[in-house]
């Protein structure tokens, strides 16, 4: 097993250079779009029919970017005041005060995490920074790398991380392929300002501390609706908000210069809060809910399974077509490829509906879930003791949402538990070489 597992990466990752090696030249000699959001100032545009004939046939199609009239003309008046000597946080409260929409508001449905409430410092240099605006096609900017899950059980495979190339790995196409808008001299202006206000910071002397917060991504500020991040300080973790220092003020949105909440002095009320929802008169309530939660999964497996079962039917039919076609005479290579990779999509359709008959088979109950909830009545004592990473995983299942009001000194907890159905998101482990 574990030569064929050796032999298995090692073509897996010859696959892998052939397939990124084939990307990387139709970026750089065609100057191809090969998917990802458009840049904000550009919308994608349909280019007819994919040159593979298998992907032609099965309808894909090749998309390029198109000039946006209403927010390519905020790009070039982001690069022509940034050219006039104003800063990034100056730009941002000029286009907040005029009423432009920054990019997460003008695209609503792929920024839900986002509030849109104004334009941020961020915002503002990363459209400075982003070279597809002079016409060419960048790809490679980031890079998947692997880890380990656990490098003395090397069986339970890989987690993979993307991290950012180095300008010099981008791959930039040899000429401009959809249009400018900004020239070449404008944009390299724009990068020698930047490079001359850069500070450049001393090395960091080591590896950074992973440090841990039990509640992470649940707090949100009540003044401008934005996720809070976390800060390590004096040993302790704290949530903090600082809008000012990365948004436009311009909106009128009355927010202190910074927001801090110790992690420490919410934990205990939230403890007890937690357990009124375990408390004999809601005990029955609650494992409703939790029930109904754990049914929501199942509902998504039945889903994907309906879903695979399309796939290997339309497989099938596909196969039995391409079989007649090299039977009445067509070209043996070009059909070989099309039933091979039919194939390949038939193997994941199959993997997908084994992967969902293994997880009904382990599906929960109600009677399951209530004897869990009444064997663990005391969930404060039940908290307290529990080991780090399985209190974060308590707190996070319950969906709990955290809403901190700086003026009152509160904060409002919502929990819900039928977040499965709420969203379509769910907790994803992906690894390599195992399930």
Known sequence: MSVFGGVSKGERNRVRIRVRSAMGAQARLEGRFLGGRPPYGYTLTDLGPHPHPAKAGDGKRLHGLALDPVTGVTVQRIFREFLAGRGYLAIAERLTADGVPCPSAEDPERNRHRSGIAWSKSAIRVILTNPRYTGRQIWNKQRKDETLLDIEDVTLGFT????????????????????????DETFAQAQDIMASRSRTAAPHGGKRASHPYLLRGAFSCSDCRRKMEGHWAHEEAYYRCRFPAEYAQANTIQHPRNIYLRERDVLGPLDHWLAKVFSPHRIDGTIDLLAESAQAPADDQAVRADRAKRTLADC??????????????ADPVVVTEWIAQTQEVRARAESELRAVQAARAGQLTRDDVAALVRANTDLVEILRVAEHADRAALYEQPGLMLTYDHGKQKVLVEMNLNQHLASPRGATVCVRGGT
């Open 316 to 329: 099938d039919r596909k196969l039995t077509t391409y079989r007649a076609a090299l039977e009445a005479g």
């Open 160 to 183: 993979t991380t993307l991290r950012w190339n180095s300008r010099e790995q981008w791959i930039v196409s040899d000429r401009v392929v959809h249009p400018q808008l900004v020239d």
